[in-house]
T-cell receptor, first 113, second 116 residues
Framework: EAQVTQNPRYLITVTGKKLTVTCSQN?????MSWYRQDPGLGLRQIYY???????DKGDVPEGYKVSRKEKRNFPLILESPSPNQTSLYFC????????????FGPGTRLTVT | DQQVKQNSPSLSVQEGRISILNCDYT??????FLWYKKYPAEGPTFLIS?????DKNEDGRFTVFLNKSAKHLSLHIVPSQPGDSAVYFC???????????????FGQGTTLQVKP
């Protein structure tokens, strides 16, 4: 089954404690991205990757890092989480070229206290 | 600046009636528009899309209308069903000529409730 998986689905942590949210897709997609969803703000792109070892900032990259060492994986790293990073996070992927249908993972609910 | 706006946070309709969800955008460089549907505890799923060269696209009960002069699009669901209750996001993509990499810009979302 074609899918995007994220782990963990729920995470409660404390300010400053480094964490990683994993994302994996089995569709051999080149393009992957991370979004956060906040009330009244919709989905905002954090980082994206066009291919292995190619990443770039989205609209709200501050406080986040990503890496793309393998095509299927695109982890999101919060080196020093803060309460304003409490949010619902989605990983997404899509195929080559200008294909527009993105497939989303199920989401990770992060709470930083 | 919010380039894609959904000004109605919520909408409630009776089963069998028409649901109309609206979306406005400001950037004339957008060339493709999409609607995504999101259920609680799940990721958004693609619903329907429309190219900027068209003014209507239909898929079963779902129809998207695009008014380029007004920079407005709408999603019509006819007839509405309780299973359509979800959050609906509109999204827009800029043209390649504008340097866009296929990035989607999303609206804030509209929560649709269809009452039995």
């Amino acid at each position: 089954e074609a899918q995007v998986t994220q782990n963990p689905r729920y995470l409660i942590t404390v300010t400053g404690k480094k964490l990683t949210v994993t994302c994996s897709q089995n569709m051999n997609h080149e393009y992957m991205s991370w979004y956060r969803q906040d009330p009244g703000l919709g989905l905002r792109q954090i980082y994206y990757s066009m291919n292995v070892e190619v990443t770039d900032k989205g609209d709200v990259p501050e406080g986040y890092k990503v890496s793309r060492k393998e095509k299927r994986n695109f982890p999101l790293i919060l080196e020093s989480p803060s309460p304003n990073q409490t949010s619902l996070y989605f990983c997404a992927s899509r195929g080559t070229g200008y294909s527009y249908e993105q497939y989303f993972g199920p989401g990770t609910r992060l709470t930083v206290t | 600046d919010q380039q894609v706006k959904q000004n109605s946070p919520s909408l409630s309709v009776q089963e069998g009636r028409i649901s109309i969800l609206n979306c406005d955008y400001t950037n004339s460089m957008f060339d493709y528009f999409l609607w995504y549907k999101k259920y609680p505890a799940e990721g958004p799923t693609f619903l329907i899309s429309i190219s900027s060269i068209k003014d209507k696209n239909e898929d079963g009960r779902f129809t998207v209308f695009l008014n380029k002069s007004a920079k407005h699009l709408s999603l019509h669901i006819v007839p509405s069903q309780p299973g359509d209750s979800a959050v609906y996001f509109c999204a827009a993509r800029g043209t390649l000529f504008s340097g866009n990499t296929g990035k989607l810009i999303f609206g804030q979302g509209t929560t649709l409730q269809v009452k039995p």
